[in-house]
């Protein structure tokens, strides 16, 4: 079954500390986007690359750090610089940067 | 000014209505325009996508673009249970690689 993972559901962290968000896809897509959705606020693009060993910072970057060493996948590093952590994050892909984006089921991040 | 506005709700039909979600939008530059439902907790899932003005119909399921008022709809008929969900908008322009989204109407079908 093609499709997009990411790991874990839920994690919890406390302040100071730098976590890592895990995003894998199957579908052999180029091009794969993280976001982070907040209530009332809609998802904000936080870095995207169209391909390996590539990428560029979205409308929300500061805070976050990604690789995409491998076309599969492609991590995000919320680091403690972030100020407002705790969010919903997802991550997508797609063929190309102008193709349907297509979602992961997320990781619900919690920062105390 | 956003540049995509959607009305948040919540909104609540009885099951078998016919559900009007709609944005509106301020660049003219967007030409590609989808629709995505969300549950609860989980991942956006890509309902629609249409490119530039016209309608495009799948199952139950109809989105209307008007270009020209900047305006974009997504029509739901004899809506189910099982709809009830929260519609986001999304667009983008030629060659861009960021989708603007909208903020995501909640919508509840009663049984």
């Known amino acids: 079954d093609g499709g997009i993972t990411q790991s874990p559901k839920y994690l919890f962290r406390k302040e100071g500390q730098n976590v890592t968000l895990s995003c894998e896809q199957n579908?052999?897509?180029?091009?794969m986007y993280w976001y982070r959705q907040d209530p009332g606020q809609g998802l904000r693009l936080i870095y995207y690359s169209q391909i390996v060993n590539d990428f560029q910072k979205g409308d929300i970057a500061e805070g976050y750090s990604v690789s995409r060493e491998k076309k599969e996948s492609f991590p995000l590093t919320v680091t403690s610089a972030q100020k407002n952590p705790t969010a919903f994050y997802l991550c997508?892909?797609?063929?190309?940067?102008?193709?349907?984006?297509?979602f992961g089921p997320g990781t619900r991040l919690t920062v105390t | 000014q956003k540049e995509v506005e959607q009305d948040p709700g919540p909104l609540s039909v009885p099951e078998g209505a016919i559900v009007s979600l709609n944005c509106t939008y301020s660049n003219s530059a967007f030409q590609y325009f989808m629709w995505y439902r969300q549950y609860s907790r989980k991942g956006p899932e890509l309902l629609m996508y249409?490119?530039?003005?016209g309608n495009k119909e799948d199952g139950r399921f109809t989105a209307q673009v008007d270009k020209s008022s900047k305006y974009i709809s997504l029509f739901i008929r004899d809506s189910q249970p099982s709809d009830s969900a929260t519609y986001l908008c999304?667009?983008?322009?030629?060659?861009?690689?960021?989708?603007?989204f909208g903020t995501g109407t909640r919508l509840t079908v009663i049984p």
């Open positions: 999304a667009m983008r322009g030629t060659g861009a690689n960021n989708l603007f």
């Open positions: 579908l052999n897509h180029d091009a």
């Open positions: 997508a892909s797609s063929v190309g940067t102008g193709g349907e984006q297509y």
């Open positions: 249409t490119y530039s003005s």
